[in-house]
């Protein structure tokens, strides 16, 4: 079988690198490495003809981000085999699937102590994204090479204007339940956001 672990560890962190190369290998799984995507950090497809399973990964995350990412693709993996499409895409079965796939990595300390306080909090009952968690979201992202210059709309004032990646203007209005509404000054759509979107705050002033 071949051993993934030399190209692995230029993501993850060289211990855990084995790991994933071996659950690569047992899976049959394709797993690649893909541009940039603002709409999603991983995705796991099922197998549809003769594709096997597919697993896609941002490279731009950091070696935490990436390896968390990855676990929680190779759940989705791992509740397809057991389950197929009987169950919810982040159901109890998912759930229970990447509590025990992360588990060895946690016992492995690889984590920083702040990931690791967040990561056991978040496991408790792990969401559909690891960027839904608040906490554990942050302390992943303070780990980035780059310093952004981009914020979180949690952090922004009400009424408040903002840009996104795309160079779309919005203000931010209410909160309705978990997410913020916010109106598009060119379109006047509303749209809702989820509190840790990241934006970039303009002074009212510049908008043309």
Known sequence: MPDFSKQLSKYIPSTAAPIISQWINDTGCRFKVTRTRTSKLGDYRSPYKDEPHQITINHDLNPYSFLITT??????????????????????EWKNSFKSLMDPFIRLNLFPEDINL?????????????CTDLNLYKVLKSYDKEESELITIDTIEINSYFSIKNGRVFQKLEKLRKRYKCLEVKTQRIYLFHPIAEVKPIDVNSIP
């Open 71 to 92: 676990v929680h693709e190779f759940a989705h993996l791992k509740t397809w085999q057991i389950h197929k499409n009987k169950v919810k895409p982040h159901g109890i």
């Open 118 to 130: 967040a990561l056991i909090k978040y496991m408790n009952n792990p969401a559909a994204s690891s």
